[in-house]
């Protein structure tokens, strides 16, 4: 954890990160825009303030491990790696093309710098979590994981497995957070499958619920502090996001779920950030 | 002649090498499904406590905590009946397992139809075509409990990435040695014969050895192959009774379609055809009923590989 940047700077990071996203999934000519441009700040959050990472030495083992548990989003984390250091920017562009180490989906297996796992499949990435906050215990290790999940993930069931699981072991080296943006596929996810009331389900799966706004840096920052002095329970950050964030035309338009805009849009999207 | 000790069930064999590799290995973890007892896990939980996690029934979960455990350098085991660990947990153990491979081990306890009186629900015949497809999968179907305790071992000693076990419920003969060279991905040559091989996985080895001894009564004599790594499978020792022999049948308690006996197959095809015959269970679902009975009605028994024998040799060239 540093806080090397403010909270301005951060906020231009996160709007770079944005146009990194926009440019790669439109060269790419398909990805998931809304849901990555959603994630910005969060991402921006953890990498230039909250996790212990290091971007020379990628897999050092007292690294805060970064797990994505919804790997359609990848271009955020792409984008975010990549501003951090991880690799040159411009492979940015070579998103979901032959020969790639940015796949479709995060795969370890193509060695991009930064990646700790592959995954997809929705609903798998909170049972990984637990396994490794579970390791990080037994050998008595300070590191942290980090998980992100989607909020049309949680429809999941193995997702309430694992949930069981990290209160039962007391896991309180594990913070997840849900990307809030009432949106899936199909539509907003009150009409596709009610998950509400969500707090109230984590409680009584024994876990510590923090809230904030998932597209205000400094909220975001600061609720993941509190989460780390968390004693006893696993922590889940209800994070409330707009799908899209940034981009006026297309926010909360769960249409953009898995569009990607034409290099033309990309543009006029870049100059409209906001 | 290969001769039995005594009636041991496989599950013994997974207990005893897990054990033993957790005195071994201090990076063994083992992870329960509330069924630990039953898959002999409870030898490692009594021993090691402090590496034993209980997890619940949630198999998927299990998978997923496997692979987390193994992302930070630990070999995780996990073991349940294989109808659930193989395939309530098919899609987890693909991508998080098997995409990042990762050295999760996996259990697939009472496998086959001589799982008996629980029925259709828990007899595993299916988990051999699955497990296999997956890229990076190591698949071990040991014959009997010995075997399994080498085969529990040399699947963390001898393979990197992914495992999966299979082995079964009921006590069946025990009739390999301890100091027997089990390396993953050869086969054993059991027993002598040029006539027809049959090449057999499990549980059926012994009943391919008890065929190939009434066979040699009226002077066929058959080869004896015991393929305890499904996958990577023994080419050469497959491609060499193909051509020594002329003829295959294999056996097997799981579905003939996409099974062991496919895996054989599929290496014969392509390197040197001959007839073949398929001992397993003819695409149904099993039922309840005591083992033995359950194997004659379904045609798994050493009588139904001699008769596959008897047909498979009139078609040989
Ligand atoms: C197991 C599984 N089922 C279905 C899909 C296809 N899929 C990809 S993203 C998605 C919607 C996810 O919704 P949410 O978690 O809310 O993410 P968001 O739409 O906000 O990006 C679906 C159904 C998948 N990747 N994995």
């Known amino acids: 954890m540093d806080n090397k940047y403010t909270i301005l700077e951060l906020t231009d990071i996160a709007k770079e990160i944005r146009k990194d996203i926009l440019l790669s999934i439109s060269e790419a000519g398909s990805g998931h825009t809304g849901g990555s441009l959603g994630l910005a700040d969060v991402f921006t959050s953890l990498y230039f303030n909250i996790l212990n990472h290091n971007p020379q030495n990628p897999n050092y083992n007292n690294r805060d491990r970064l797990i994505l548990s919804i790997g359609h989003v990848a271009p955020v984390l792409y984008a975010a790696l990549a501003n951090a250091g991880y690799f040159s920017k411009s492979e940015l562009l070579s998103l979901r093309k032959l020969g790639t180490r940015l796949q479709g989906h995060p795969g370890k297996n193509h060695n991009l710098p930064g990646i700790e796992l592959s995954s997809g499949s929705l609903g798998q990435g909170l049972s990984i979590s637990v396994g490794l906050a579970l390791s990080a215990k037994s050998d008595k290790k300070k590191w942290k994981v980090y998980t992100i999940l989607g909020d049309g993930e949680l429809q999941e069931g193995s997702i309430w497995e694992a949930a069981m699981s990290a209160a039962h072991y007391k896991l309180n080296n594990l913070i997840a957070l849900v990307d809030r943006n009432h949106v899936q596929i199909d539509g907003q996810t009150n009409k596709v499958m009610d998950i509400e009331p969500l707090a109230e389900k984590w409680k009584a799966f024994g876990w510590n619920v923090l809230n904030c706004n998932g597209n205000n840096i400094a909220e975001i920052i600061d609720t993941y502090k509190i989460a780390n002095s968390e004693k006893t329970k696993p922590t889940v950050i209800i994070a409330e996001t707009v799908m899209g964030k940034g981009v006026p035309e297309i926010e909360g338009n769960y249409l953009w779920h898995g569009k990607a805009p034409s290099k033309e849009q990309a543009k006029l999207f870049i100059n409209s950030l906001r | 002649m290969i001769r039995k000790t005594n009636n041991i069930p496989t599950r013994v064999g997974f207990g005893e090498g897990l054990k033993e590799l957790g005195k071994k290995n201090k990076n063994i973890i083992a992870l329960g499904a509330d069924i630990t007892a039953s898959v002999n896990m409870n030898l490692f939980a009594e021993e090691f406590p402090e590496r034993f996690y209980s997890l619940g029934i949630a198999e998927q979960n299990i998978v997923g905590v496997a692979a987390g455990f193994a992302l930070d350098n630990k070999i995780p085991f996990f073991s349940t009946y294989a109808v659930f660990s193989a395939l309530r947990t098919t899609d987890q153990i693909r991508v998080s397992v098997c995409y990042n491979n990762l050295p999760v081990k996996i259990g697939g306890a009472h496998a086959g139809i001589s799982v008996g009186a629980d029925g259709a629900t828990h007899q595993a015949l299916e988990d051999i075509a699955i497990m296999r497809v997956l890229p990076n999968m190591t698949v071990i179907s040991p014959c009997d409990a010995t075997q399994t305790k080498l085969a529990t071992i040399a699947s963390v000693e001898q393979v990197k990435g992914p495992a999966y076990i299979r082995y079964g419920r009921d006590a069946v003969p025990n009739f390999t040695s301890e100091n027997q060279e089990f390396i993953i991905g050869k086969g054993q040559e059991l027993v002598k014969g040029n006539d027809i091989t049959i090449i057999a996985t499990g549980h059926m ?38 051509k020594e022999t002329g ?25 040197n055809p001959v007839p073949m015959e398929f001992i397993g269970m003819n695409n149904q679902f099993g039922e309840s009923g005591e083992p033995e009975k359950l194997l004659v009605k379904y045609k798994m028994k050493s009588k139904n590989i001699i008769d596959a024998v008897k047909r498979v040799l009139q078609r040989k060239k």
Do not use: C, Y
């Open chain 2, 205 to 242: 080895v012994w009943e391919a050895i008890k065929a190939a001894e009434e066979l040699g009564k009226n002077k066929i004599l058959a080869r004896v192959i015991n393929i305890h790594t499904i996958k990577p499978i023994d080419k050469e020792i497959i491609i060499k009774a193909a």
């Open chain 2, 247 to 271: 003829a295959i049948v294999t056996a097997e308690e799981h579905q003939i379609m996409g099974g062991f006996g496919s895996a054989v197959a599929e290496v014969v095809v392509a390197n």
